[in-house]
């Protein structure tokens, strides 16, 4: 389908090595954190002594805490906040 649309702009070989360069650093920075954020859930979960807690996202956005088995309601951001 995307064939046969016609666009303005078509970056050329060095401009995609330079997105291709970004999209690793991207990737990188993604693994990064969430390596951080399940750090910072296991604390969570040593502290709480609640063992399946995690930050609940949705849509890319943190929302609240919740548990994996479902067992205890969303806590909002705002009640966090």
């Known amino acids: 389908m995307d064939a046969d649309i016609k666009y303005a702009l078509k970056p050329n070989r060095k ?3 330079i997105m291709k360069q970004h999209w690793k650093f991207l990737s990188d920075l993604r693994d990064e954190h969430y390596q951080e954020v399940e750090k910072l859930e ?4 040593e502290q709480t002594e609640i ?11 943190y929302v609240g805490i919740g548990n994996l088995s479902r067992t205890m309601g969303l806590i909002h951001s705002h009640e966090l906040e």
């Open 42 to 45: 296991r604390r969570l979960q």
């Open 51 to 61: 063992e399946d807690l995690e930050f609940f996202m949705v849509d890319g956005s």
């Open 15 to 17: 401009q995609i090595k």
